[in-house]
Structures are given as C-alpha cells and as structure tokens.
C-alpha cells in the first residue's frame, strides 16, 4: 500500500510517498481502508519534531514512528478477536497514528461509526479540532447558555467547529476573522463578526464571558482587557516560542490571584464520549464541517505546507481513492 512517511525532522520536503506493508490490526484494532483524512497543526509539529521538548515522546534525533496522520474516515476491512463495535464493511470516522496511508489500523475505542449525512471528507475533518474546540469551550471554558463568547481565529479549522458548538450551547457567539473569511463566519451563523483588520476586540471596550482563542496572537493582558468581571480565556493554539509560552504559564498564574478573571491553556485529549457527542451533533446538522481545499494523498507536503501558511478556511483534506 502507498503511504506517507517521514525518516528526519524538517519541512514538508521530508515527507515521502512511498510503498509500505499493509499493517495487521492487534486484538483491539480495526483494519481500516482510508477514504480520507485531514491535516492539522499536529501533524506540522510532528514533522518538525518542534517544539523541541516532543522529542522526548517522538525520537530525539529522527522519528521513531515515520507515519504521519491522526484524523480518518473510511471503511472497516478487518476487525481483531477482541473488537465487538465494528463488523467489515462499516463505514468509520475517528483518528489513528499514521492516517496519511491508503489503509491504517485503529484502536476500537478511537473510532465510532460515520455519520450517514456526512461525506468521508466531512467525517474526516472532525476529530482533533471539534474535541479541541468542544473541550475548550466546555471544559475548561465552562461555557453555559447566555454567556457572551468571542472565538479569536474563527475562520480556521478549530475555529469553525468553535462557533458551532458554542451556538449549539445556547451561547451568544462573537467570531474574529480577517476580511477576506468573514462570509465564512457568517455562513455558520456567528451572532456577530469583527474584522481584525479594522477592529481591536481588545479594545473596543466590549467585553465577554468565555474567549476561546483558537489562535493566540494576543497578549494576555490583552485577552484580559475583553474579559468581564469573572470571564475565562482559553487559549488552544497560536505558533509562540518556548520562552514565550514559559512567559505565559508564570503570568497566566501570577494574574490568577488577582480578581476573577483567569486565562487557560490546555492539551485536547481524544475521548470515545465526546466523539459520539460530536456525532449526535453532526446527525442533527448542528454543527458541519467546513472544508477549505482537498489534496490527493501523493499530494499531503503540498497541504501540510498551505496549512502552515496560516490561512485556511476550515479544514484541509487528504483524500484517498477507492481502488477496491
């Protein structure tokens, strides 16, 4: 089978579409024939090995795993004596380690099935950023119906999911987005919209009850400024160095013991329960995934490298022929 692979550490050049063996799925796997994927700033990190300290769980000096890939939808060709959710033949969604391949094992419980109204390509962009975004609002952002909530980074692909799932909390959604994706934000039916281009939502005087950034380029004094009296920022991603989010963790604790205001980060965690809330969520078409452009599966270094540009819409996707 083809699949992509990468032997060092560097840019999207390193990636190689080469042929590999058909993995065997263990006792709590499934076989899976991928119909598409999708590429998240995961995926860059990993290539990269950056920052620096994933070395430690990745390899120190090259890759020990040389797949790459974590979201997945496709089709069940085979199950391990211990699977009892999944038959072959089931059309599946959910991630793995090394998606970027034409067929990938997955654990049962990282999996659940597609849902009918939704594409592979659509089913494949859920996973990592709808759990970022849910677990964002929900969790660390505690997120009630009524509240105010700003998502910075509206446009992208936690973005998009972020808007959706607050709106489908009872929230009142605010998105932040550049000029040319404000039609975008509108599309998934943001309350309000504001250009960053041409407006400071740090300082328009306007404050909220839950800011999720989706991408932290503010400040955190900043972040603070749009906050009411007992508001909660959570940030889930943004490109800042190491000295810079050390900076951060001292501050956003030292300012946490003044008033109520507080600011998070966090690390998504891939859960079986909120997948299937997802799903519920996508069957009742309360939230749909955006898609901003489709790559072949030879053509993954192309998306990886469009996506680190910073300017998607939505998600990017991996897809992969049906050849059977």
Known sequence: MKAIVYEK???????????????????????????????????????????????????LRKPKDKRLGVDVAGVV???????IQFKAGDEVFGGCRGAFAEQVCAKEDEL??????????????????????LQGLRDKGRIQP?????????????????????????????AVCSTRNLQTARSIDADHVIDYTREDFTRNGLSYDLILAANAYHSIFDYRRALSRSGICVKSGGKASIPHM???????????????????GFITKLSKPDLLLLKELLEAGKIVPV????????HTAEAIRYLEEGHARGKVIITVEDQR
């Open 146 to 174: 009524g509240h105010k909530v700003l998502i910075d980074g509206a446009s992208g692909g936690v973005g998009t999911f972020a808007v959706q799932i607050a709106k489908s909390f009872g929230a009142e959604v605010t």
């Open 77 to 83: 060709e085979a199950v391990g004596r211990n699977v």
């Open 9 to 59: 550490y560097g840019s999207p050049d390193v990636l190689q579409f080469k042929e590999i063996a058909i993995p065997a799925p263990a006792d709590d796997e499934v076989l899976i024939h991928v119909r598409a994927a999708s590429v998240n700033p995961l995926d860059w990190h990993f290539m990269r090995g950056e920052p620096w300290f994933i070395r430690l769980m990745l390899g």
């Open 291 to 298: 898609i901003d452009r489709q790559y072949p599966l030879s």
């Open 246 to 264: 050390i900076l951060d963790l001292l501050l956003e604790r030292w300012l946490s013991l003044f008033g109520d205001k507080k600011t998070c």
């Open 112 to 133: 659940a099935l597609k849902p009918a109204n939704l594409s592979f390509e659509q089913a494949a962009a859920v996973l990592v950023a709808a759990i970022t975004a």
